[in-house]
């Protein structure tokens, strides 16, 4: 297995040789990465489904545009994590910083610990879950996916949502514009017992969390809606 | 942008490091700001003294002479110690109105900070080069803030540079920009206050100042900014035995804290932290939105 320690190995050099590990006769499967101390962009633009454990914490963007790879954090991320991810794993054992998974496409991102304001900001086919709580204006204008928040969520929560789902296990502090709670059906929960059992978590039962999502009135401008603005 | 850090000691036997330490944690955040630096370090105050920090674009025709002209207005009591562009000023107490009127009716010298404890030393240029040309990392103290700027809104010069100090052993750093600072500058001009420039960090640290002066302790009035203050920052603020930390409700600008029984530290980003003791068994967080955080002494 490849190790790369970023102490001694410059960052290009990781990533290139993250991306060759996606062309025909490159074997290696399984990178790990020493040293990150918070380094930007680590691990981003992989397309081939290589597994990638990074020990330590890091900075802007990990995992960012992934498609396929499994990438672990051993520590915290910082801002947007896992950004327009399109599918592919992404773990994180700590807490993530402000947009985490942001304008997201496909695959699943786990954050173990909390995760900072505008997690899942324009989410767009994305699944995230959450261990720990969401800070402010998470979900605004989620468009598809589904966000699923064990702890407690922020102000604002899914303000102007269109399609995205929202499972929220705890309080949530308030509701954005066009963000009503809405009543989980039987396909919800199955939805959800999923998502849970994917991203590993098998103490919490999906009948504990309350959907949310839009209300649908602010889809197209209407005159009438100009104070919900 | 703007990398800001900050540093607390708790633990006596790491404050001959304080300079190094916050060294290291600010040129990590070179890539947040290129165009001017700056620190602010608290020494340990000696009793009757005070200390005045001040900077000059001619310091080798100004400095030289500078102890013999405040020999009047110091009562003999004032010694001066240049470092490149800045020179510290230490002097009786007492004597540290009239020595501010002698450096003020001078010209050519600029001052960047007065107090018992603190020295700021600011230049335009890259954090490394600053914190070079200033020997910081030979400075001791008990907790310290720092900066590297991405000029927004007023012009990249020496005195345009963070920390801001508008007050005895009071300065403040910040990433963001405010947008009522003319009318806030309007208003404290009338209380009293005066401003070097006419950047939006110098009006909050001033309307710091002027809370305090108000009978306010630091967390009181980081209090009152968050309703008075409109923009955007992630604050940073130094008093002789405090450090605080504010961000606007918004709190799109960075920050993360770490906390170990030897120190509480602050930076923009995670790696201007990732080279302090103890950093991977430290708490580490960010700080919440509208929420007031500060540690004394």
């Known amino acids: 297995m490849p190790v790369i320690d970023l102490a001694t190995t410059p960052l290009r050099a990781l990533n290139q040789a993250l991306h060759d590990a996606a062309a025909p006769g490159h074997n290696d499967t399984a990178f790990e990465v020493l040293n990150p101390r918070g380094a930007h962009a680590v691990a981003v633009g992989i397309a081939a489904p290589v597994s990638v ?88 204008m989620a468009q598809s996916g589904t966000l699923v928040v064990l702890g407690d969520a922020g102000e604002a929560l899914g303000d102007s949502l269109y399609e995205a789902r929202l499972f929220v296990r705890g309080a949530v502090k308030s509701l954005g514009a066009d963000c009503i709670a809405k009543e989980m059906r039987p396909e919800h929960l199955a939805v959800l017992a999923g998502l849970l059992a994917e991203a590993g978590i098998t103490d919490v039962k999906p009948q504990e969390f309350t959907r ?5 009135r602010l889809y197209n401008f209407d005159i009438d809606n100009a104070d919900a603005y | ?64 002479g500078l102890e013999a002209a ?25 004597r540290l109105a009239p020595v501010r009127a002698a450096l003020a009716a001078m010209g050519g010298i600029k001052v960047t900070g007065t107090g018992e404890a603190v020295e700021i030393f600011k230049e335009v240029g890259l954090p490394g080069d600053v914190i070079a040309r200033f020997d910081i990392p030979a400075m001791a103290g008990s907790h310290g803030i720092g900066h590297t700027r991405m000029a927004t809104e007023s012009a990249v010069t020496t005195m345009g540079a963070h920390p801001f100090s508008t007050g005895a052993d009071q300065c403040l750093v910040h990433n963001g920009s405010l947008s ?60 002789r035995s405090g450090f605080g930390v504010l961000r606007d409700p918004i709190a799109c600008k960075p920050a993360v804290m770490a906390e170990t029984g030897r120190y509480v530290a602050f930076g923009s980003e995670y790696r201007a932290l990732s080279g302090l003791p103890g950093i991977d068994t430290a708490r580490v967080w960010e700080p919440e939105p509208a929420t007031v955080y500060f540690w004394e002494h």
Request: glycine share 14%; with cysteine.
């Open chain 1, 53 to 140: 454990d990074v020990k330590g914490s890091v900075g802007y963007y990990c995992g960012g545009m992934n498609e396929q790879a499994r990438i672990t954090v051993h520590g915290s991320a910082g801002p947007g994590v896992a950004e327009n991810m399109m599918s592919g794993t992404v773990v994180i054992k700590g807490d993530a910083s402000q947009y985490a998974g942001a304008t997201g496409r496909g695959g699943l991102l786990v954050i173990e610990g909390n995760a900072a304001s505008r997690c899942g900001i324009s989410m767009k086919g994305i699944n995230i879950v959450v261990h720990g709580n969401i800070g402010h204006m998470s979900a605004f």
């Open chain 1, 212 to 216: 949310y999502g839009s209300a649908r």
């Open chain 2, 1 to 64: 942008m703007c990398g800001i850090v900050g540093l607390f000691l708790k633990d006596k036997a790491l404050e001959p490091q304080l300079g190094a330490l916050l060294s290291e944690m600010l040129v990590t955040m070179t890539e947040r700001g290129p165009d001017s630096a700056g620190i602010a370090i608290y020494g340990a105050p000696v009793a009757g003294r005070a200390k005045i920090t001040v900077q000059s674009a001619e310091p080798e025709r100004v400095f030289p």
């Open chain 2, 70 to 94: 405040l020999a009047e207005a110091s009562d003999g009591s004032a010694s001066v110690a240049v470092k490149s562009t800045h020179a510290v000023i230490t002097l009786d107490a007492a």
């Open chain 2, 180 to 239: 009522n600072h003319n009318g806030l500058r309007r208003m404290l001009r009338r209380k009293g206050m005066s401003f070097e420039t006419e950047n939006d960090t110098e009006v909050a640290a001033a309307y710091l100042t002027a809370e305090m002066a108000g009978g306010k302790n630091l967390g009181q009035a980081l209090e009152g900014a968050l309703e008075d203050l409109d923009g955007f920052y992630t604050f940073v603020v130094g008093t």
